[in-house]
Every structure is written in C-alpha cells, then in structure tokens.
C-alpha cells in the first residue's frame, strides 16, 4: 500500500506528539509548550493538528 502526502503528515505529526507525550511523561517537559508557549494560539492549533492526525490514523489502518 502506497502512503499518499496527508498519510505522511498524520504519521509525522503521530511521532511529534508521541515524543512530547514520552517527554510530558519522563522529564515532565512539554516540548511544545517550550517552543511555543509565547504564542498559546499556535501551541493549541498543534495539539489539535496531532488529535486529528491520530483519528485520521484510526482510518488509515482501516483502510486498503
């Protein structure tokens, strides 16, 4: 099954907050909130951006 481009950014976006999540969780760090924190708009649209990459994902392993 090939990946098309909106596969790749849900699996890259999974990874990010897969790591901030092992980060939040083992260092109590939350790497997106360090990087953007000055600019609170921007550090949720990236929390809702990896939330949706993981439901878009949900359909992805479902699909042929």
Do not use: P
């Not at 969780?25 to 360090?34: F, H, P, V």
């Amino acid at each position: 099954m090939t990946k098309n481009a909106l596969d790749w950014v849900a699996l890259i976006l999974l990874i990010i907050g897969g790591l901030n999540w092992g980060l939040v969780g083992l260092l109590k760090l939350d790497l997106i909130n360090l990087i953007f924190g000055s600019v609170a708009w921007l550090a949720t649209v990236i929390y809702v951006l990896v939330g949706l990459a993981g439901l878009y994902t949900i359909y992805f392993l479902f699909k042929e």
